[in-house]
């Protein structure tokens, strides 16, 4: 997959995947269907695994020739010694963790930097519905408020206070609409919060 691909397909991947060097080693932690390993195995000549839990992703994964684990992200990442790779992703599954904040200990442990995304709840389209008395339904957060996989809501705010608190600094923070950097109002007007973190 080339970079073109990539901006088609996950134009927020396209965006993420300038901040990763060439041939790092890189563990993407829910991986899902291992796009985003794919162009950084094949356009940046990185090695690395994924981590994904479901059956039919992984299946995706081996497809496109990724190494990818079955393991289910809450039991963390003790089967990696620490700083065993120069990135480690979390793209968009953060929010999914009931115990977000061992997970993000564990990330910033193995990885030399590590690149965290979510969607941000602070966007203005999830405050209007909220303000109307419904849980929000966007791009950024498909689901209704019944079925969802995301169990953690924050804005980017709420994800800066942690990272402080579990001994991260943040690199870079940058608000996504569609792939495209938001710089005027990034926690009302972005819909995906982007960072890059490194241990203190």
Request: charge should be negative; glycine fraction near 8%; proline fraction near 5%.
């Amino acid at each position: 997959m080339n970079f073109s691909e990539l901006k088609v397909l996950r134009p927020d991947l396209a965006f993420i995947a300038h901040w990763i060097p060439q041939q790092a080693h890189v563990l993407d932690v829910g991986c899902g269907d291992g796009v985003m390993l794919d162009y950084l195995q094949t356009d940046k000549q990185c090695s690395g695994y994924g981590i994904e839990i479901a059956d039919p992703q992984l299946l995706v994964c081996a497809r496109r020739g990724i190494s990818v684990i079955q393991q289910d992200m809450e039991k963390g990442l003790g089967i990696f010694a620490d700083n065993s790779f120069d990135a480690v992703l979390c793209l968009s599954s953060l929010q999914m963790m009931k115990h977000v904040e061992s997970l993000l200990r564990d990330i910033a442990r193995v990885g030399n930097e590590a690149i965290v995304s979510f969607p941000n709840f602070g966007y203005w389209p999830h405050r209007t519905a909220l303000l109307r008395g419904k849980m929000p339904v966007s791009k950024a957060l498909p689901y209704e408020w019944y079925d969802t996989p995301n169990v953690r809501c924050a804005t980017i705010y709420d994800f800066a206070d942690l990272a402080s608190d579990v001994g991260l600094d943040v690199l870079e923070c940058v608000a996504l609409h569609e792939g495209k950097p938001i710089n005027f109002l990034p926690n009302l007007r972005g819909s995906l919060a982007v960072f890059r973190l490194k241990k203190k």
